[in-house]
């Protein structure tokens, strides 16, 4: 199964975890308008930590660094040393009607067969094996990257429908020199999964960098959304 297009933003802007993932529901929110798939791939230049949509905050968090729930759901993410993805899939296309076990094995065998091609030493994990909200590289699930030698998940993601239309977002732990969202092989992955890949426009950067502002101060950067603990009842 091959895709029509997706359109492309590999996006090189170093942001907080909050500003990331608003840039990620920003591609969302513009594939449900367009009906037309999109994907973006960035990087960290500081560790920062996500969790899964249904992950509740305890007591204790660095609030200098504190960690931001995904629009997604699954477990807790420490990034810093990943190549980071969201891919967005308008409702009533081919890939948003799979369910999600058929849809995650596709995206990661396109993934694998990338990094494989980059000259990476990866496999997926074949054997069934029940998610969690736990941290998510420490548990390995089927159909996540395994590296051959060592035996660790190195890629993992996860998923969230909403109107039919779906939200995959994912993290492949990766050498420093394949983690720029420039890297050839991320072009070999999406060409595997679409007939075309286009990028973005300059004014449709601009459109989805406005809509992503509007998330991170309504939504990702707020102690609402995030279940962040109150001091006052510490």
């Given at each position: 199964?091959k895709l029509?297009?997706?359109?492309?933003?590999?996006?090189?802007?170093?942001r907080?975890?909050?500003?990331?993932?608003?840039?990620?529901?920003?591609a969302f929110?513009?594939t449900?308008e367009?009906?037309?798939?999109?994907?973006?791939?960035y990087h960290?230049n500081t560790p920062?930590?996500t969790?899964?949509?249904?992950?509740?905050?305890?007591d204790g968090i660095d609030?200098?660094n504190?960690?931001?729930?995904?629009?997604?759901?699954?477990?807790?993410?420490?990034?810093?040393?990943?190549?980071?993805f969201?891919i967005?899939?308008?409702?009533?296309?081919a890939?948003?009607?799979?369910?999600?076990d058929?849809r995650?094995?596709?995206i990661?065998?396109?993934?694998?067969?990338?990094?494989?091609?980059?000259?990476c030493?990866?496999e997926?994990e074949?054997?069934?094996?029940a998610?969690?909200t736990?941290?998510c590289?420490?548990n390995p699930?089927?159909w996540?990257?395994i590296?051959?030698?060592s035996g660790?998940?190195?890629g993992?993601?996860?998923?969230?429908?909403?109107?039919?239309?779906?939200?995959?977002?994912?993290?492949?732990?990766?050498p420093?020199?394949l983690?720029s969202?420039?890297?050839?092989?991320?072009?070999?992955?999406?060409?595997?999964?679409a007939?075309?890949?286009e990028l973005f426009?300059?004014?449709?950067?601009?459109?989805l960098?406005?809509?992503?502002?509007?998330w991170?101060?309504?939504?990702?950067?707020?102690a609402?959304w995030n279940?962040?603990p109150?001091?006052?009842?510490?």
């Open positions: 199964m029509p297009v997706i359109r492309f933003l590999p996006d090189p802007t170093f907080p975890p909050a500003e990331q993932m608003a840039m990620d529901q920003a929110e513009l449900r367009t009906a037309v798939p999109s994907a973006r791939f960290w920062a930590v969790v899964g949509y249904f992950h509740r905050f305890e609030s200098n504190p960690p931001i729930r995904r629009f997604t759901g699954g477990g807790k993410v420490e990034h810093g040393e990943d190549a980071t969201v967005c899939f308008p409702a009533n296309s890939t948003s009607r799979l369910n999600g058929e995650y094995r596709w990661h065998t396109a993934l694998a067969s990338a990094l494989m091609n980059a000259g030493d990866v997926l074949s054997t069934p094996t998610s969690g736990g941290p590289f420490s699930v089927t996540d990257l590296d051959s030698t660790e998940k190195i993992g993601g996860a998923q969230r429908r909403s109107a039919g239309a779906v939200m995959h977002q994912g993290s492949v732990r990766l420093a020199n983690r969202p420039q890297s050839p092989w991320i072009l070999d992955f999406l060409n595997q999964m007939e075309t890949v426009s300059s004014d449709e950067v601009e459109k960098t406005r809509s992503a502002e509007y991170n101060q309504n939504q990702f950067a707020t609402d279940k962040w109150n001091p006052a009842n510490a």
